[in-house]
């Protein structure tokens, strides 16, 4: 499945070294005003070959508007967007259809295809394909916005380098404005060098590094989500699950909260004025499925890019043997830094899915 959602249902299309991606998004409410530079400031900061911390493979992003807009505002009909792929180098990959990379879907997708997936960059299994989520993301978080709900993340570690979290009670506006517009998402900035310099080593050692990104969405109203299998926590990790390279999210204290004893580990309740808040936030905003109003606070976990340009033990799907691969390309020494407005955009699609079920937006 390449679908996802119920209210609004967004569907990616696409590969690596096809002619394009694109999405189509059903669903959106009719009369919302896109602002465009906002949609391109936002696939910039996905976008490659700008910066030593992700592939050298330039493609500009800029998506194509096909359908379900008049004078920049959504009409009610589907909207698609296309954006082209304009630099790509598929001699690369000649060798991967028969000796999969290690750690890569090269093997899984063989299997699951009978051999005919397509391998030039990963095909429909690439990061690539993460450009019209964000496109789609882009259009989701300005309808959000409308309503007082705001989203940012930030990197919050590149291997064993840790950036601070947010205050899990109060994120200030100006934060997620700051974050939101960046390609280098840091709360203390005084942690860019030695990340850069974490991810520069690992390039030119020809590996890679993983990490986690935070991700905070403000603004979420009391009530919004359902409990059992429905629930905020279920849709956001299922879109989040999309995305290639996560290996894991975390909601609120998360892990470290099964550490603790309920008497620390509990949220106490209080009136502020004639809204109930809670003074700690250790379960991230939701309570049995459902927003109770704090910010809402997931971390993900990203592994370490798998193409890797060091010689590396795999077999020959054709041979029946094993064999050696050495990967040639271009590929991203570290995928968090530009996993960050997609984790963001992921959440605006999930977030304007549940509150179009129980909420009318």
Request: aromatic fraction near 6%; hydrophobic fraction near 35%; glycine fraction near 10%.
């Amino acid at each position: 499945m390449s679908s996802w959602g119920n209210a609004v249902k967004i569907s990616i299309f696409g590969e690596s070294h096809g002619k394009g991606t694109g999405v189509v998004i059903d669903g959106l409410p009719a009369g919302e005003k896109l602002d465009i530079e906002e949609i391109y400031l936002q696939m910039s900061r996905r976008a490659p070959g700008k910066d030593k911390a992700a592939t050298p493979r330039l493609e500009k992003d800029i998506p194509e508007i096909i359908s379900g807009t008049l004078n920049d505002t959504t009409t009610g009909a589907p909207l698609c967007a296309f954006i082209k792929n304009t630099n790509t180098r598929s001699q690369d990959y000649g060798d991967m259809l028969s000796k999969p990379r290690p750690s890569h879907a090269d093997y899984t997708g063989y299997i699951r295809y009978n051999g005919y997936n397509d391998i030039r960059g990963g095909g429909h299994f690439s990061a690539r394909l993460t450009a019209p989520l964000v496109f789609a993301g882009a259009v989701c978080r300005q309808i959000l916005s409308r309503r007082g709900i705001n989203i940012a993340a930030h990197i919050a570690s590149i291997g064993n380098i840790c950036d601070e979290r947010f205050d899990p009670v109060d994120v200030p506006d100006e934060l997620i404005y700051r974050l939101s517009t960046t390609t280098f998402g840091l709360i203390n900035t005084e942690k860019e060098k030695q990340m850069r310099e974490l991810i520069e080593q690992c390039r030119i050692e020809q590996d890679s590094v993983g990490g986690t990104v935070e991700c905070v969405i403000k603004g979420m109203p009391a009530g919004a989500g359902s409990p059992m299998f429905y629930g905020i926590e279920n849709v956001i990790s299922s879109i989040i699950f999309g995305i290639p390279a996560v290996k894991g999210i975390e909601f609120g204290s998360g892990f470290d909260g099964s550490a603790q004893r309920g008497s620390r580990n509990n949220d106490e309740f209080y009136f502020d004025g004639k809204t109930v808040k809670t003074r700690t936030n250790n379960h991230g905003g939701i309570l049995g499925g459902i927003s109770s109003g704090m910010p809402i606070i997931f971390r993900t976990a990203m592994k370490p890019t798998p193409s890797i340009s060091q010689l590396q033990k795999t077999v020959d799907l054709k041979k029946h043997k094993d064999s050696e691969i050495e990967i040639k390309g271009r590929h991203d020494p570290c995928i968090v830094v530009r996993a960050v407005p997609v984790i963001e955009a992921a959440a605006a699609v999930a977030v304007i899915n549940i509150l179009s079920e129980v909420h009318k937006l």
